[in-house]
């Protein structure tokens, strides 16, 4: 069974670094890029970025450029994403995503539970 | 504000039909395949439809999708109260490289 599990919530003070992840389990982790998505508090679905596990390449929203890191172990079946400097308007539920067959798919079959960050002084 | 146009809302009675759209562009509709998903609070979101019209399998076949050019439209027949959560189209953009996703559409039942 495929399944994507994520690291726990997290509540962090502006300007903190912060770093979560992603592990896969069930499939070969380096065959499927991970997707990166974001819902702010009543707010809509936003993506984010991705990464292909097996070399680490990544592709950015350039609304999300420079702003997040995302990156991979595959050595530990694991992905990341990750800030420096952590903003109030980083506070949202942030998903972790894999593409049902297409290795680089954006057809996003199976999800993370997802992780909320939330970022207050 | 999406690229990706959706309407707000939408709404139906136990057993209608209802449609929910989805307008965007030649670089995204317009050439690149369509999925729509259904968020419940609380929830992952779960993928409906892909490929502009396939429902992955364990989907009823009461949710149907459509592209016409550069829109897009989920039909949900024979509603039902469970059926109530936001709905969002998603699709590739050429212009941004990168996947867009609609505002989003909240469905009352």
């Known amino acids: 069974e495929v399944q994507l599990v994520q690291s726990g919530a997290e509540g962090k003070e502006p300007g903190e670094s912060l770093r979560i992840s992603c592990k896969g389990s069930?499939?070969?982790?380096?065959?499927?890029?991970i997707n990166w998505v974001r819902q702010m508090p009543g707010k809509g679905l936003e993506w984010m970025g991705r990464i292909d596990p097996s070399n680490s390449y990544t592709n950015y929203n350039p609304s999300f450029q420079g702003r997040v890191t995302i990156s991979a172990d595959k050595s530990i079946n694991t992905a990341y994403l990750q800030w420096s400097n952590l903003e109030a308007s980083d506070t949202a539920m942030y998903y972790c995503a894999r593409p049902g067959i297409a290795p680089a798919g954006t057809d996003f079959v199976y999800w993370g539970q997802g992780t909320l960050v939330t970022v207050s002084s | 504000q999406s690229v990706l146009t959706q309407p707000p809302s939408a709404s139906g009675t136990p057993g209608q039909r209802v449609t929910i759209s989805c307008s965007g562009s030649s670089s995204n509709i317009g050439s690149n395949r369509v999925k729509w998903y259904q968020k419940l609070p609380g929830t992952a979101p779960k993928l409906l439809i892909y490929t502009n019209n396939q429902r992955p399998s364990g989907v009823p076949d009461r949710f149907s999708g459509s592209k016409s050019g550069t829109s897009a439209s989920l039909a949900i027949s024979g509603l039902r109260s469970e059926d109530e959560a936001d709905y969002y189209c998603?699709?590739?953009?050429?212009?941004?490289?990168?996947?867009?996703f609609g505002g989003g559409t909240k469905l009352t039942v």
């Open positions: 998603a699709t590739w953009d050429d212009s941004v490289n990168g996947e867009l």
């Open positions: 069930g499939y070969s982790f380096t065959n499927y890029w």
